[in-house]
Structures are given as C-alpha cells and as structure tokens.
C-alpha cells in the first residue's frame, strides 16, 4: 500500500492543526562527539504534540543553520545517528512519528481504520511544521536558514509541509522505489 497515494489530499487547513509553537521541553542525554544530544517534546496550542531528538554543536559562532531530518517510521528521531560524527555547525532535529501509525499496512486493516490511518498520516506535516518553528525559534538558530531534508517514507510528508511552511528555506528528499520502471510506467503520461 503506497502511502503517499492513500493520503494525497492533505491541505492547509491540516498543517495549521499543529497551531502556534506554545512550548518545547528539552532534556540533554550526552555528547555524540562535538554535539550535544537532546530529547525534545515539542507542543503546539491546537493540541498537537511531538518528540524526537536534537544534535547542538558547542563551539562554533551561532546562529547556525539548522536541519529538520526524517526518514523511514522505522527510524523514527535515530535518523539523527545516520548523520557523520562531524557535519559542521548545523543544529539537527529529528522527530517521532505517532506511535499509533504502524509500519506497514495490510487491506484489511486499511479498510477497518482507514480515517485513523488518515489521520494519523495528516499530522506529520503539521509535526515537521512544529519542528521547523522550533528550530526557526531557537536563539541559536538563524531562522532564515532552516532546511528540510527527508528521505523515504519522510518524503510525501515533507514535500507537503514544505509547500505549505515557507520556514523551510531549503529542501532535499530522497525518494527510492523497489521497483523503479513499475513506478515510471504506472505514472507515465501524468505530468
């Protein structure tokens, strides 16, 4: 079941249910080499809440540049630890998916919770929306250099937050497909 197919039609009005950035708790959990590592909680005033992890750099002369990083639901917030042990002086965040969202989908299941599922999916760019505010928020962060980058199952999600968040400045995706020729034949002719 592609993903990306079964929640296309996510609009605006669902990024705004992440609300305004009301609070965001941090708690250091140590050093993964230069950066110190943090697990925030980041919350919203429409009720939305997110965790995943943060990379600070020491040293350096903020503000920095800062990266909001997601990949697969697999990974969850460790895509962080994909990162090089030295990446420059750039603050990296990670966040969670909603732990009701499962990691794969079967028919029956699609068609037994298909609002939860949908709904479940529509938050993550409002969760990526959160995260981009955090991160533009941050006194060590210069907010008119916060990217996006996102591969696999991250990719439809942060293509839509994106589109509809101007904080991210840049974005970088990485979509790959198992079977890349069936996936140029089924949208031949779409473009």
């Given amino acids: ?7 296309s039609k996510i609009e605006r009005r669902d990024l705004t249910r992440r609300g305004a950035l009301t609070g965001a708790e941090t ?34 002369r903020p503000p ?10 697999e990974l969850n917030s460790r895509a962080v630890e994909a990162l090089p042990r030295e990446f420059g002086d750039v603050v990296a965040l990670s966040l969670d998916y909603p732990e ?18 949908r709904d479940l999916a529509r938050r993550i760019p409002s969760a990526f929306s959160l995260g981009g505010a955090y991160l533009a928020g941050r006194a060590d962060v210069d907010g008119a250099r916060v990217a996006l ?8 999600f942060a293509v839509i937050a994106a589109s509809l968040d101007s904080t991210f400045r840049n ?15 089924q949208h031949r002719g779409q473009h």
């Fill in 27 to 60: 708690t250091r959990v140590g050093m993964r080499g230069r950066y110190a590592e943090y697990r925030v909680r980041l919350a919203g005033n429409a009720g939305m809440t997110v965790t995943g992890r943060l990379l600070v750099p020491s040293g350096g």
């Fill in 171 to 185: 974005v970088a995706l990485i979509y790959g497909a198992g079977d890349f020729p069936g996936v140029l034949d």
């Fill in 100 to 117: 009701a969202l499962p990691y794969e989908v079967k028919v029956g299941a699609l068609l037994r919770r298909q609002d939860e599922l």
């Fill in 64 to 73: 920095f540049a800062a990266v909001l990083l997601n990949d697969g639901r």
């Fill in 149 to 156: 980058v996102a591969t696999s199952f991250a990719v439809p």
């Fill in 1 to 7: 079941m592609r993903w990306s197919t079964a929640f």
